[in-house]
């Protein structure tokens, strides 16, 4: 039997109500079905309107709901102008990455008029991810939050909440984002910062005719609550916080962490965060607020938006107080909150760490500039992984190992950059080019592999949020200045390091993730700044196939779009 939530999208307690249906729901109904429209509809922010490219015309998009070990389908027609293809962000996919969805990458787009429908399983996996858009820069609307309970009769490890809500940041441009884009491109500059960001598509009351455009969630004195926080901004990571009110943090990525409580969150593109708060202050009305972290010398949206802790029956006319954020470039406090996440680590939810690794990978970041004589000077920016910019291809690279079809991409990508220099010395403005190709790099099955991930001085230091498709991976260790293959795998942390999907690499800094390649398929890496991967910063890992059927990548389904 198949269930479809897609009507639970009004008010706040609608929403509660159909979450409440849902836990209810028989355990053997393991088949969830949904229809997603891409349709283009008008939508007016910060006194202007414009058409957007949204799903079924809401913005965000309707929540997935589903349980860990369910099927779930989802039919996608595409009514845009735009072709299109949808990413379920953090969900492994096993053996499956045709359902994956990030364009040329395992799948060629859905054009105009046709469709195709993601058939997925939920395994081994609970808690908070998202879906979004991953072509041209269509997930500034298209997006979405997914929402997977434990198994029936399996407990949150941590007191149940009285009621859960989700508050998915974003992105809001007053102009069309492709139209900016393109200019931009043709200039070979970046386009403009976004005019602000939203809580649950909404900027909140300290914008321009956002009165209205404010999202509120009403809380009981007394109750504690969930919150499924979700960074589907395209460009900033950022500090969340709430006025008056400490937040329990207890899940990373859909995965538990040992509970810790703090006044503020940083959460970079691409992670989820899910907190508990109780409704423990004097009833009245408080901002929940976020603006960017930045601290490297780079323009952001620096904008406050905010959304409203209301308590049950206090006047709307009540000023909601205002909590206070941290300053935009306060590593400390970025750093110092990173150094809290912890894997829970118990016998039910182990920290399954690599201790012995088969492959040792080391990769620079870098902004660069390429020759362009059609740009404004002469250059188009550029960003490289190992000095290599990827070169999208035309044919879906997962298309291309599978039926083995030539001349589509190489396994080349080397495992240390080409020429070792001072990564985070001063900066460098000199010999700027970057090598293009897509090139891949090839991994044994069920072959355990560190990556370390280093930033660099090229034109400028900047933080990069690193999402890994298929896998989550621990992060065992991170630092400021250049890795010390010497000194510092002895400070790593075996035990209990956050495992996660997407991670920060610090400004100036490194981080080092393991994971276990035990997944086959063609799986993207790419820098969640979406301006970074349109610029190149991304590369994708061939996972070769197990000795079985069972270790192998599944056959394509028949309604695979074509390029």
Known sequence: MAMQLDSCFGSFFLCIFCFAWFLTFPAEAAVRKYQFDIRVKNVSRLCHAKPIVTVNGRFPGPTIYAREGDRVLVKLTNYAKYNISIHWHGLKQFRNGWADGPAYITQCPIKTGHSYTYDFNVTGQRGTLWWHAHILWLRATVYGAIVIMPKEGTMFPFPKPHKETEIILGEWWNSDVETLVNRANKMGLPPPTSDAHTINGKPGSLFPCSLKHTFSMEVEAGKTYLLRIINAALNDELFFT???????????????????????????????????????????????????????????????????????????????????????????????????????????????????????????????????????????????????????????????HYFNIKGVFKTDFPDQPPVPFNYTGAPLTSNLGTSLGTRLSKVAFNSTVELVLQDTNLLTVESHPFHLHGFNFFIVGSGIGNFNPSKDPARFNLVDPPERNTVGVPTGGWTAIRFRADNPGVWFMHCHLELHTMWGLKMAFVVENGKSPEESIIPPPIDLPPC
């Not at 009245?284 to 952001?300: K, L, Q």
């Not at 009540?318 to 470039?329: D, G, Q, T, Y």
């Open 242 to 400: 709430i006025a008056g009110h400490n937040m329990t943090v207890v899940e990373i990525d859909a995965v538990y962490t040992k509970p810790f409580t703090t006044r503020v969150i940083l959460i970079a593109p691409g992670q989820t965060t899910n907190v508990l708060i109780k409704a423990d202050q004097p009833p009245s009305r408080y901002f929940m607020a976020a603006r960017p972290f930045m601290d490297a010398p780079v323009p952001v949206d620096n904008k406050t938006v905010t959304a409203i802790l209301h308590y049950k029956d206090i006047p709307k006319t009540v000023i909601p107080s205002m909590p206070k954020l941290p300053a935009p470039n306060n590593t400390n406090v970025a750093m110092s909150y990173n150094k809290r996440l912890k894997s829970l680590n118990t016998p039910q939810f182990p920290a399954k760490v690599p201790l012995k690794v088969d492959r040792h990978l080391f990769y620079t970041i870098g902004l660069g500039a390429n020759p362009c004589s059609s740009c404004q000077n002469g250059t188009q920016l550029t960003a490289s992984l190992n000095n290599i910019t990827f070169v999208m291809p035309k044919v879906g690279l997962l298309q291309a």
